[in-house]
């Protein structure tokens, strides 16, 4: 068989380059297996998955935070509807209060009317009673009545017990002086704690 240089190049460059050839097969494979390994499409799966996970835990926050605010509208609710019964109850106290207050005027005003000296009734009342007594004083003055005494009238005392009482003493008096002095009717019922006027007559 003829020597052929060419084919003998071919096993040469064969032996030499299939060494090479497995060596760079398997730095190929070992360089690129960690982007194909198992972990790191893992990972991918959960970087995937945590946006879906964050946007849950968003929602739920989201969901305590307006069931916090509900409640706090509804106290606050429950606290205005208190207060506002407070505020009636207490305008209608003061209504209350204006009434009496209103009504206790009008009875000091009265008082105040019946008191003045002003007041025509009472005027009235003590011309009459001073008219009353001077015209006792003139009778017995006409009469010439000097003297007299005053006696408080006590429980049980008739007109004729008190003439004989200043009778005995001394007084020279009679039930019709005494009706006379305070214009009084022989008949007259005494009330107990007032006065009376018993004339004295000279002679």
């Not at 916090?68 to 409640?71: I, L, P, T």
């Given at each position: 068989m003829p020597f052929s240089l060419y084919a003998f190049q071919r096993?040469?460059?064969?032996?030499?380059?299939?060494?090479?050839f497995h060596l760079f097969t398997l730095s190929f494979f070992f360089?690129?297996?960690p982007f194909f390994s198992h972990p790191l499409f893992c990972q991918e799966s959960a970087d995937s998955e945590t946006p879906e996970i964050a946007k849950k835990l968003d929602g739920e926050e989201?969901?305590?935070k307006l069931l916090?605010?509900?409640?706090i509208l509804d106290q606050l609710q429950q606290n205005v509807e208190t207060d506002s019964l407070n505020i009636l109850s207490i305008k209608e106290e003061i209504k209350k209060l204006k009434e009496q207050v209103s009504t206790l005027q009008k009875d000091v005003d009265k008082i105040k009317a019946a008191v003045s000296p002003g007041n025509p009734s009472l005027s009235n009342s003590k011309k009459e009673?001073?008219?009353s007594l001077g015209r006792a004083h003139k009778k017995f003055n006409g009469q010439k009545i000097e003297k007299g005494y005053y006696y408080v009238i006590q429980k049980n005392d008739t007109l004729e017990s008190i003439a004989e009482a200043y009778r005995k003493s001394g007084v020279n008096v009679s039930v019709e002086d005494i009706c006379k002095a305070n214009n009084l009717s022989p008949n007259?019922?005494?009330e107990a704690g007032k006065k009376l006027f018993i004339p004295?007559?000279?002679g």
């Open positions: 096993r040469i460059l064969k032996k030499f380059f299939r060494p090479l360089f690129f297996l989201e969901k305590k916090r605010a509900a409640d009673k001073g008219e007259s019922t005494l004295k007559k000279n």
